[in-house]
């Protein structure tokens, strides 16, 4: 069994800061790419931010200069902080992790449950 689990979202006024983390845990033999996605009312889920095993990242232009993704590879897990939030950063935030279990020799794209981040005066 393979979890994954988001944490840290919230309501944040325009201008300020949020940091989410999101860990996976199981039988996990390795995870490549990291990367977090979010979802807002109405519109399809886009792609925020991702960062590869050793450590290059790619970011959406719409949060560039803003927000940094980083991971811990000994925890299997992946942050984002975000700074200068905006009231089009309002999203469901979701972690995807692509992750090789113990015993398979293929990897797969797991997701977490979602974590809500509301940035409103």
């Known amino acids: 069994q393979v979890r994954v689990a988001e944490s840290g979202g919230g309501l944040v006024q325009p201008g300020g800061s949020l940091r989410l983390s999101c860990a996976a845990s199981?039988?996990?033999?390795?995870?490549?790419?990291m990367g977090w996605y979010r979802q807002a009312p109405g519109r399809e889920r886009e792609l925020v931010a991702t960062?590869?095993?050793?450590?290059?990242?790619n970011y959406a232009d719409s949060v560039k200069g803003r927000v940094t993704i980083s991971r811990d590879n000994a925890k299997n897990t992946v942050y984002l902080q975000m700074n200068s939030l905006k009231p089009e950063d309002t999203a469901v935030y979701y972690c995807?992790?692509?992750?090789?279990?113990?015993?398979?020799?293929?990897?797969?794209?797991?997701w977490g449950q979602g974590t809500q981040v509301t940035v409103s005066s």
């Open positions: 995807n992790a692509d992750i090789v279990r113990f015993g398979r020799s293929v990897s797969l794209h797991y």
């Open positions: 199981g039988t996990i033999a390795s995870i490549n790419t």
């Open positions: 960062v590869t095993s050793d450590g290059s990242t």
